[in-house]
C-alpha cells in the first residue's frame, strides 16, 4: 500500500503517460478522492462509475450486495469505457442525484487528455484489459479515523 503522493509521482514519472486509468476499491476506499486529487494535478477528465446508477424502481427483485452490483447500469458503463478504449470518446446520461433519476442531459467525454475511470468493480476481468494503468485503493481502520 503506497500514500495518494506517491501514486502521484508513479503516475507523472510513467513514459509513456498513461491515457485510461482505473482506480478501483472498496466503498469508501478513497477511490473519489484519489481520481479527483488526480485530475486536479494532471488536467485529466473522470469517467466515475457512480454516474451510472441505476434508480431504485428499476433494481432487480432480488437484489442482493455482490459484484458485478446490480444499482448500476452496467451494460451502458461498459459501452462508455469501451468506446473510450476503442473510439477515444463516449456518451452516456448521468444519474440525477437530487431526483434519483437518470438525466436528459446527455454527458460526453473524449480522449483528448487522459481519463481515469474510477469506482467499485472497475478492474472486473472484462474491463481490466482496457486499461493502461491499474489502481486498487485500500484503506484500514487506521486511515479511517
Given at each position: 500500500?503506497?500514500?495518494?503522493?506517491?501514486?502521484?509521482?508513479?503516475?507523472?514519472?510513467?513514459?509513456?503517460?498513461?491515457?485510461?486509468?482505473?482506480?478501483?476499491?472498496?466503498?469508501?476506499?478513497?477511490?473519489?478522492?484519489?481520481a479527483?486529487?488526480?485530475?486536479?494535478?494532471?488536467?485529466?477528465?473522470?469517467?466515475?462509475?457512480?454516474?451510472?446508477?441505476?434508480?431504485?424502481?428499476?433494481?432487480?427483485?432480488?437484489?442482493?450486495?455482490?459484484?458485478?452490483?446490480?444499482?448500476?447500469?452496467?451494460?451502458?458503463?461498459?459501452?462508455?469505457?469501451?468506446?473510450?478504449?476503442?473510439?477515444?470518446?463516449?456518451?452516456?446520461?448521468?444519474?440525477?442525484?437530487?431526483?434519483?433519476?437518470?438525466?436528459?442531459?446527455?454527458?460526453?467525454?473524449?480522449?483528448?487528455?487522459?481519463?481515469?475511470?474510477?469506482?467499485?468493480?472497475?478492474?472486473?476481468?472484462?474491463?481490466?484489459?482496457?486499461?493502461?494503468?491499474?489502481?486498487?485503493?485500500?484503506?484500514?481502520?487506521a486511515?479511517?479515523?
Open positions: 500500500m503506497i500514500p495518494a503522493a506517491a501514486a502521484e509521482a508513479a503516475l507523472a514519472a510513467w513514459r509513456p503517460a498513461p491515457r485510461l486509468i482505473a482506480i478501483d476499491g472498496l466503498p469508501l476506499s478513497g477511490k473519489s478522492t484519489l479527483e486529487r488526480l485530475a486536479a494535478r494532471f488536467g485529466w477528465n473522470i469517467l466515475g462509475l457512480d454516474d451510472f446508477y441505476l434508480p431504485a424502481a428499476f433494481w432487480p427483485a432480488d437484489i442482493a450486495p455482490a459484484v458485478p452490483f446490480p444499482f448500476f447500469r452496467l451494460a451502458e458503463f461498459r459501452a462508455a469505457v469501451t468506446g473510450l478504449r476503442r473510439e477515444g470518446r463516449c456518451a452516456w446520461r448521468p444519474i440525477d442525484w437530487p431526483t434519483l433519476t437518470i438525466s436528459p442531459e446527455v454527458s460526453r467525454l473524449d480522449m483528448a487528455r487522459p481519463v481515469i475511470v474510477e469506482g467499485c468493480s472497475v478492474l472486473a476481468a472484462d474491463f481490466a484489459g482496457l486499461y493502461d494503468g491499474r489502481l486498487f485503493v485500500m484503506s484500514d481502520r486511515s479511517l479515523a
